[in-house]
């Protein structure tokens, strides 16, 4: 039996004019309902989780004789296929136990309010968190603190590849190393740090150096999504060399970094153009004037959190589904320049062997 709510973070307000806005006074994605009878108002106040929908159905036609009940059960549908509407009696999954619910609770009120699929549970998300497979290559700024967040976030296999040892200077900003793993494999050191904050995450790692498509393959053969954090080899060749064997193998990946003060996320795989179709669309927009140098290598500890958090969030997406946009683009932000945001999408060229494969 069905017990509509509507979701706490989607709580609905009603203007002067008798306008309801649902989905949060301020919140980007809210919606906007007419209502000159006053029937969505009263139908959105029954629904607090304790009413099933035939006695919300039945009330709402007590109190307005001009409401049928046909019509009234098409209002109650039409507002749970917002997305902002919930069913209270909707049990969490059974392989969610009560300390799992406790850990990701917060996760949950994310999912929830990010969520508008109709009929998505949010404990949905958490659950395809906890059966998914993540390869993360490259442990530096950006791959630390990528992993890092996988971990917390509760994504089931974690498998973490690099190829160097931890040195001092990698301190300023890399997350998961102290002053005590100077000289130890970054692998090993961040697969020990993530052990202690997720028991529940199943952290693997090997210390390796990937320079061919061949190897990409090798790597990602049974996972579900590859973040790429590694910058090797330079000039693109990491990128070209990922989309080709993602693509090859069908799977996902999304890379980011840092230049100076910009920072950036890709999204690329199926369904979407590759990552080489969207660099030949920005590099034949950008001729038209001179690009600025940013910087180049330069990083300090919040640079680096914020590229690897950004894609770090880019990967729950696609694994959840929650807020997910199609593969095929650039987003990030110029940490000098707030206001710029970058957005970037361009279509795949004709005559591209990989998004045409």
Known sequence: MLFPRVKPEHSPYRYDDGTIRIGGE??????????????????????????????????????????????????????????????????APADLDASARERYGRNHAFFRRVDLRPGASAWEAQTRLRESRVVVLGLGGTGSHTAWALTAAGVGRLHCVDPDVVEVSNLTRQTLYTESDIGRPKAAAAAAALRAVNSGTTVTYEQRKVTTEQDLKDLVSGFDVLALCADEPRDDGINRMTSRACAAAGLPWVGAGYDGPLVTVGVYGPGGPCFECVAAGEE??????????????????????ISGHLLAYEIISLLTGVARQPPGYVRGINLIAPDQLIHVRHPALADCETCRG
């Open 284 to 305: 034949a927009r950008l001729r038209q004037g001179p690009v600025p140098h940013l910087g180049g290598p330069g990083v300090i500890a919040p640079s680096a959190g």
């Open 26 to 91: 301020l919140y980007p994605v809210a919606a906007e309902i007419k209502d000159p009878h006053g029937w969505v108002w009263a139908a959105l106040g029954l629904m607090n989780g304790h009413r099933a929908a035939a006695e919300i159905v039945s009330e709402l036609g007590a109190r307005y004789a001009s409401l049928s009940r046909s019509h009234a059960t098409d209002l109650l549908d039409q507002l749970m296929a917002t997305g902002y509407v919930e069913d209270a009696a909707a049990p």
